[in-house]
T-cell receptor, first 114, second 112 residues
Framework: EAQVTQNPRYLITVTGKKLTVTCSQN?????MSWYRQDPGLGLRQIYY???????DKGDVPEGYKVSRKEKRNFPLILESPSPNQTSLYFC?????????????FGNGTRLTVT | SQQGEEDPQALSIQEGENATMNCSYK?????LQWYRQNSGRGLVHLIL?????REKHSGRLRVTLDTSKKSSSLLITASRAADTASYFC????????????FGAGTQVVVTP
């Protein structure tokens, strides 16, 4: 089944403790992206990747890192999480960076930083 | 920064009625997409319309695009309780290569 898999679904952590949210897709998509969703603000793009070893900042990249060593995986890293990073996070992928095909979304990761 | 803004923010209708929501955007686009989200789950793609298209249909969904007004509308005909969800528009454009930007969404509640 074609899908985008995020883990974990729920995560509660403390300020400053490094964490990684994993994202994997099995559709051989070139383009992958991370979004955060906060009430009243819709989805805001954190980072995106056009292909392996090609990543770029979205609208809200501060406090996050990503890597794209393999085509299928695009982990999101929070080196020193802070409470303002409490949010619902989504990973998404699509065929190419021309964005003329639908994005496929994971089921989300709800992160709470205390 | 958000490119698209949906209007209204919330919409409550009864089953069988039509639901219309609008999306306005600020800069020129290549494509505009509509997505649905059920209660905190992942977004599901509904329709993609290219900048040179004016209207697209998919089942009970109809999307129009007016690039002169920088706006799009999504019409859901004969709504059902299962259409209860949040609806988002998303745009990409020549000035924002690789970025797909979403609006804040319209919450639609369909009551039986």
């Amino acid at each position: 089944e074609a899908q985008v898999t995020q883990n974990p679904r729920y995560l509660i952590t403390v300020t400053g403790k490094k964490l990684t949210v994993t994202c994997s897709q099995n559709m051989n998509h070139e383009y992958m992206s991370w979004y955060r969703q906060d009430p009243g603000l819709g989805l805001r793009q954190i980072y995106y990747s056009m292909n392996v070893e090609v990543t770029d900042k979205g609208d809200v990249p501060e406090g996050y890192k990503v890597s794209r060593k393999e085509k299928r995986n695009f982990p999101l890293i929070l080196e020193s999480p802070s409470p303002n990073q409490t949010s619902l996070y989504f990973c998404a992928s699509t065929l190419s960076g021309s964005l003329n095909s639908p994005l496929h979304f994971g089921n989300g990761t709800r992160l709470t930083v205390t | 920064s958000q490119q698209g803004e949906e209007d209204p923010q919330a919409l409550s209708i009864q089953e069988g009625e039509n639901a219309t929501m609008n999306c306005s955007y600020k800069t020129s686009i290549n494509n505009l997409q509509w997505y649905r989200q059920n209660s905190g789950r992942g977004l599901v793609h509904l329709i993609l319309i290219r900048s040179n298209e004016r209207e697209k249909h998919s089942g009970r969904l109809r999307v129009t695009l007016d690039t002169s007004k920088k706006s799009s509308s999504l019409l859901i005909t004969a709504s059902r309780a299962a259409d209860t969800a949040s609806y988002f528009c998303a745009t990409d454009g020549p000035d924002s290569w690789g970025k797909l930007q979403f609006g804040a969404g319209t919450q639609v509640v369909v009551t039986p």
